[in-house]
């Protein structure tokens, strides 16, 4: 059974870091792009940032544009996102998106 997993969110202050993680069971992850998404309740969801296949990140969205990178572990088949400097603004669930599948998402909640 395909599984795509998010994981890493929680409870953060402003300011604080958070990385998250997508994982992936059945295909690997590096033969696609990955994309992290997010959406907060009565909201579009909303392409935050990408990582092609073959290397390379795009940011989607103006506020992740120097808080928001990617990396990988493909030997753990495991593609991260790690968010900087966050804002009450940032609070939404993420998603990550992989060959056509989505994980189940992570809750970020930046509040002081």
């Known amino acids: 059974q395909v599984q795509l997993v998010e994981s890493g969110g929680g409870l953060v202050h402003p300011g604080d870091s958070l990385r998250l993680t997508c994982s992936a069971s059945v295909f690997t992850l590096n033969q696609h792009t990955t994309d992290w998404y997010r959406q907060r309740p009565g909201k579009s969801r909303e392409l935050v940032i990408r990582?092609?296949?073959?290397?390379?990140?795009?940011a989607y969205l103006d506020s992740a544009e120097g808080r928001f990178y990617m990396s990988s572990d493909f030997a753990k088949n495991e593609v991260y996102l790690q968010m900087n400097s966050l804002q009450p603004e940032d609070t939404d669930i993420y998603y990550c998106k992989n060959n056509g599948y989505w994980g189940q998402g992570t809750q970020v909640t930046v509040s002081s």
């Open positions: 990582m092609y296949s073959k290397g390379g990140v795009t």
